[in-house]
T-cell receptor, first 112, second 115 residues
């Protein structure tokens, strides 16, 4: 069974640009959550999508957005990038009624 | 709001010894879940063990066990017979029972197993 995949794995962007990250969940998983990991703030929840609807949201500015497609694949977008957006972005998927989340390998974003 | 505290930034343990990683939590929710994840240097988070707040028995998964003390609001992870491959960052996390996909993480403990 294939795991959670995230693309791209590494990304370098310039301040002010925008970026889109992609996450393909495990087959059959309809919930996709996104987390940001930085050395200073640690792991922080961004948002969760279930059946194409945002179901939970963390405390991040509106520059961070996401969506989910009918095949459960999810994308997150960050507009007007700031240096502080440099982080490892992790995606996790799960079946709705099960607590266990499976994480992808992450996308490491560097903003210069 | 939920909060997780891990007070051990780093731990060094000899191979084959047992190790306990500390985790305390704070929440006003009556129902919640507690998790432990392992993050190797590759970056991927690996689920280790789960404990529901109403579970009376401590959770166990192979060499991992969760020492759950509800009155003290602690959820320590115990790894028996440590192996070199256990060297990694370990994160304690919690979530509401109805929102298990929204995890709150602690700052993590870096565990190093020495041969």
């Amino acid at each position: 069974k294939a795991g959670v995949t995230q693309t791209p794995r590494y990304l370098i962007k310039t301040r002010g640009q925008q970026v889109t990250l992609s996450c393909s969940p495990i087959s059959g998983h309809r919930s996709v959550s996104w987390y940001q990991q930085t050395p200073g703030q640690g792991l922080q929840f961004l948002f969760e999508y279930f059946s194409e609807t945002q179901r939970n949201k963390g405390n991040f500015p509106g520059r961070f957005s996401g969506r989910q497609f009918s095949n459960s694949r999810s994308e997150m977008n960050v507009s007007t990038l700031e240096l502080g957006d440099s982080a490892l972005y992790l995606c996790a998927s799960s079946r709705d009624t099960v607590y266990e989340q499976y994480f992808g390998p992450g996308t490491r974003l560097t903003v210069t | 709001a939920q909060k997780i505290t891990q007070t051990q930034p780093g731990m060094f343990v000899q191979e084959k010894e047992a190790v306990t990683l500390d985790c305390t939590y704070d929440t006003s929710d009556q129902s919640y879940g507690l998790f432990w994840y392992k993050q190797p240097s590759s970056g991927e988070m690996i689920f280790l063990i789960y404990q529901g707040s109403y579970d009376e028995q401590n959770a166990t998964e192979g060499r991992y066990s969760l020492n759950f003390q509800k009155a003290r609001k602690s959820a320590n992870l115990v790894i028996s017979a440590s192996q070199l491959g256990d060297s990694a960052m370990y994160f304690c996390a919690m979530s509401p029972i109805q929102g298990a996909q929204k995890l709150v993480f602690g700052q993590g403990t870096r565990l190093t197993i020495n041969p």
